[in-house]
């Protein structure tokens, strides 16, 4: 069952980050799988560490949705591919911007949406 509905989240994120890079095309800069990883490195932390029990879902299901539906999300085979993609037009500044927001600023975000949801659950609990 387990499985399944890792599956079926997972879908779900999938076609939700289809939908949002539909959007938006590739320009020299691809922004859209940045914001992308960048705002799933903020909410998984954040869903798994508060939002998920606020919500009322056991860890079990809180684990299943964060890997299933933001696990599909984000992407880091994007991130890979667009980053190949600066380096054959020869943006090699770009390429190393690029990363460095990807790794740095995704965990800085972490960071941060662990911070509030300890925050959250401290504050939960006076």
Not at 100 to 123: K, M, S, T, W
Request: charged fraction near 10%; include cysteine.
């Amino acid at each position: 069952m387990n499985i399944f509905l890792i599956f079926i989240s997972g879908m779900f994120g999938g076609l939700l980050r289809y939908s949002i890079s539909d959007y938006i095309i590739f320009s020299s800069f691809p922004l859209i799988t940045l914001l992308i990883n960048l705002s799933g490195a903020f909410f998984l932390p954040f869903w798994t560490d508060y939002l998920g029990a606020k919500i009322g879902f056991s860890e079990k299901y809180t684990k299943i949705l964060g890997t299933g539906f933001i696990g599909s999300f984000t992407t880091f085979s994007g991130m890979i591919l667009d980053s190949y993609k600066l380096l054959q037009v020869h943006q090699t500044n770009l390429f190393f911007i690029y990363l460095f927001l990807n790794v740095v600023c995704g965990l800085v975000l972490a960071i941060l949406g662990d911070n509030l949801a300890n925050h959250l659950n401290e504050r939960k609990q006076l």
